[in-house]
C-alpha cells in the first residue's frame, strides 16, 4: 500500500461508496481473457456505475450506458444509470463532479444525463480516442463516435477538466492514470472507514484478472495492464479493498445498502464477505 502524508493523515474524510448495477449480459470465459481459457464456460457481465459521497462532496464514477446503445450491443439493462443513482437518493441534476475511468460506451453513455456536472478525464484517454488508433477496430469498437463527440463539445464548455496521472480532486479520493485497457484507462482511490478502497474500472474487469495476473481481449497495452495490478494493490489497503470493474462478484462479496436494494446496489465502505 502507498504510505504519505495524506494516506498517514488521522482526519480525511471517511467516504460511503456504492456499486449500483445497472445492466448485464450472458458471456464465456474466453471472452474475457487473451489467449482465451482451457475451462471455458459461463462468465457473465454485470455493468456498473459508482457513487463516492461524504457530508461535502457526492461523485459519481462513471455513467453507464442508455438503452439505445443497450439494444445495439445486445446487453441487458436493467435500469438507467439515473434510475439507479435516484434510488441512493442521488440526483443526477444536482449532481456536480463526474469521474469518467476512460470513454468506452459503458462508461460514458448518458453523460448528458448530468446537466450541471464537471467531467475529470485522463488527457491520455481524449487524445487516444480523438486520434490515429481509432481508425482500427481492434481500438475503436468499444467507443460511441457520437460520445466522444460529446465529450469534446464538454470541452468547448469548460466543463471536463484534465489530468496527467495521478490527482487529489478532494481531501481522500484521488484518481490514477494505470492504462492498458485504454491508453487513458484511470483507477479512483476512496478513503473509506475501512481503509483505502480502489474502484479498479477497467483496469480491472474481474477479480481473476489482477489475482492471476491476466489480460482481458479488449487491450491497448497489454504490459501496462499487467504492471497496472501491482499499482491497483499498491494503493489499496489490501487486496480485499480492491474493485473490479464488471464482475458480478462484487455484488455477492459486498452487503446490499438495504433490503430493497439487493441485486442492485452494495456498500463498497464495507468489509467484503470473502
Known sequence: MITDHATAANDLPEYEVFAVRYATRDALRKNHFIGGDPHDGPMPMDYFVWVVRSPEHTFVVDTGFDAEVAAKRGRTLLRTPAQGLALLGVD????????????????????????????????????????????????????????????????????????????????????????????GMQCVRVHTRRGWVVLASDTSHYYEHFEKKRAFTTMFNVAEAVDGYGKLEQLAASPKHIVPGHDPLVMQRYPAVSKALEGIAVSLHADASN
Open 92 to 183: 443526477v441534476n444536482q449532481v456536480k463532479d463526474v469521474i469518467i475511468t476512460h470513454l468506452h460506451y459503458d462508461h460514458v453513455g448518458t453523460f448528458d444525463s448530468f446537466p450541471i456536472a464537471q467531467f475529470h478525464l485522463q488527457d491520455d484517454e481524449m487524445a487516444y480516442a480523438t486520434g490515429r488508433h481509432m481508425r482500427h477496430k481492434q481500438f475503436n469498437h468499444g467507443y460511441e463516435v457520437d460520445e466522444v463527440i460529446g465529450m469534446v463539445r464538454m470541452v468547448y464548455k469548460d466543463r471536463v477538466s484534465f489530468y496527467d496521472g495521478q490527482a487529489e480532486l478532494a481531501p481522500g479520493l484521488t484518481i490514477h492514470r494505470i492504462g492498458g485497457h485504454t491508453h
